[in-house]
């Protein structure tokens, strides 16, 4: 394989401090890898043996875990799901700041108002309990009609926590993808904000 430009350099200063045809003497330098050069000879992935069903595609995993799929932290076993791991965070940082929404007022976008992980924890508490109380069974899908905006996490964290299927809707996409995406996955339920609501509602009289 062709020295790259680095180690071409590297070795033109090496002639110039030590004897070439001492073949016993050391390299009086040392090149450091860059950020791009590491990621290329050491890789954060590694291509499977495998191809994807459809296409030319390579399957990647783990550089870390080539042989198996990564289930859990060294440091900490007991997580092994999303759910998991957001309960430990409220368990060690329930006061801390998790969520924030910049407050407008009279068009002027003001300071953050901020929602604590134990916060975010009974909201997704009363969700998923809601969700159970009107007769949801675990594994339906349940459509996300939001923006960026605290309620989509909180949300999704309620249907990590009871076994349910988040959809995302994207408005973006326009009334006839989001439609298609609702009736494909068989979507149970819809959240959304009130401006939407008309717009939710439309989808299900259709």
């Known amino acids: 394989m062709e020295d790259s430009p680095a180690q071409r350099r590297l070795e033109a200063i090496q002639c110039h401090l030590i004897n070439s045809n001492d073949t016993d003497a ?15 000879s050491q890789s954060y992935s590694v291509v499977l043996p495998e191809k994807l069903q459809t296409g030319k595609w390579n399957v990647y995993r783990s550089a870390r875990s080539p042989l198996q799929l990564v289930t859990k932290f060294p440091n ?22 998790y969520l924030g929404t910049r407050i407008r007022v009279d068009g002027t976008v003001g300071e953050y108002k901020w929602m604590t992980y134990g916060e975010a924890s009974t909201a997704r508490q009363a969700i998923g309990s809601g969700l159970r109380c009107y007769g949801l069974m ?3 899908c349940i459509g996300l009609y939001f923006i960026n905006r605290p309620e989509w ?19 973006t996409l326009g009334p006839d993808a ?3 995406v609702v009736n494909h996955a068989e979507i149970q339920a819809i959240f959304c904000v009130p ?6 509602r439309s989808l299900s009289a259709s």
Do not use: W
Request: aromatic share 12%; hydrophobic share 35%; with cysteine.
């Open 178 to 180: 989001v439609k298609y």
């Open 76 to 97: 900490h076993p007991e997580i092994r799901t999303l759910h998991d791991n957001f309960i430990r965070t409220v368990e060690t940082f329930p006061d801390y700041k």
């Open 153 to 171: 996490l909180i949300v999704d964290h309620a249907c990590s926590a009871y076994s349910y299927i988040s959809v995302p809707l994207y408005d």
């Open 138 to 140: 675990k594994g339906v």
């Open 26 to 40: 050391q390299s009086q330098i040392q090149h450091n890898l860059t950020a791009g050069n590491f990621v290329h």
């Open 195 to 200: 401006q939407t609501l008309n717009m939710v």
